[in-house]
Each structure stands twice: as C-alpha cells, then as structure tokens.
C-alpha cells in the first residue's frame, strides 16, 4: 500500500514540475495543456437521453 502513495505522490510530484516547466513559454504550456486534455479523454457526451433498454439491462444483470 505505501508503494502505491509513493507512485502516486511521484505521478503528482512530476505532473507538477511539468506543469512549472511549460509555464514559462506560452506556446509549450498550450501544448501541455492540449496533451493533458488528450489524457483526461472525453468524459460525457451530454446527449441528455435515457437508454432505458441498457439500464433495463444492467437491472437484469444485477439480479443473476
């Protein structure tokens, strides 16, 4: 368990010296940001409809 803090405290750590590197120079910090947007991924497309036939679906699976 403290093996994974301290990878994740390194993951933090270096994110953040990277985020202090690419400040300086406007165009590398836009690229930076481009590549940390690439990373997150699109989380919701917003389309704001039910599928009611895959949550009847997933109510199905739940009950085997």
Do not use: F, P
Request: glycine residues 10%.
């Amino acid at each position: 368990m403290s093996n994974s803090i301290d990878r994740i405290e390194a993951q933090r750590d270096m994110r953040t010296l990277s985020v202090q590197m690419h400040a300086g120079s406007g165009e590398s910090a836009k690229k930076y940001r481009e590549s940390l947007m690439a990373e997150l991924g699109l989380v919701s497309t917003g389309t704001g409809e039910r599928d009611v036939a895959g949550m009847n679906a997933l109510k199905q699976m739940s009950k085997r």
